[in-house]
C-alpha cells in the first residue's frame, strides 16, 4: 500500500526558511520521478517542483526558482524541499508525490500534506 507522509511545515516569517521532508513506502521509490504540489486557500493545487530518478535534473514552477530547492534521498526513501526566502504568497499545503505512479494517481490518492504558513 502506497504511503506518502509530509513534515516539516510550520509558521515562519517572511524572508524565513523551512525544509520539508516526504517519507515515501510501498513502492519502489528509486525508480520514481517524484514532485512537490502546494495547495492555496481557495486555489488549486498547483505543481512546485519536481526531481527524476536519479536527482540529476530538477525543475521548479518560476514563482519558487531561485529559492526553492528539490533533492532526494533514495536509500531513505525520502525527498526534500528545501524552501528559503520565504513569502507571504508561498503559504499553502504542500504534498509530495510520484507523479507516473499510476496506481495512484489514477485512483487520486494524496497524502495528508504539511501546512506552510508565512506571516509576520
Known amino acids: 500500500q502506497v504511503q506518502l507522509v509530509e513534515s516539516g511545515g510550520g509558521l515562519v516569517q517572511p524572508g524565513g526558511s523551512l525544509r520539508l521532508s516526504c517519507i515515501a513506502s510501498g513502492f519502489t521509490f528509486s525508480k520514481y520521478t517524484m514532485s512537490w504540489y502546494r495547495q492555496a486557500p481557495g486555489k488549486e493545487r498547483e505543481l512546485v517542483a519536481t526531481i527524476t530518478i536519479s536527482g540529476g535534473t530538477t525543475n521548479y514552477a518560476d514563482p519558487v526558482k531561485g529559492r526553492f530547492t528539490i533533492s532526494r534521498d533514495n536509500a531513505k526513501n525520502t525527498v526534500y524541499l528545501q524552501m528559503n526566502s520565504l513569502k507571504p504568497e508561498d503559504t499553502a499545503v504542500y504534498y509530495c508525490?510520484?507523479?507516473?505512479?499510476?496506481?495512484?494517481?489514477?485512483?487520486?490518492?494524496w497524502g495528508q500534506g504539511t501546512q506552510v504558513t508565512v506571516s509576520s
Open positions: 508525490r510520484p507523479p507516473f505512479l499510476q496506481a495512484i494517481v489514477s485512483r487520486g490518492y
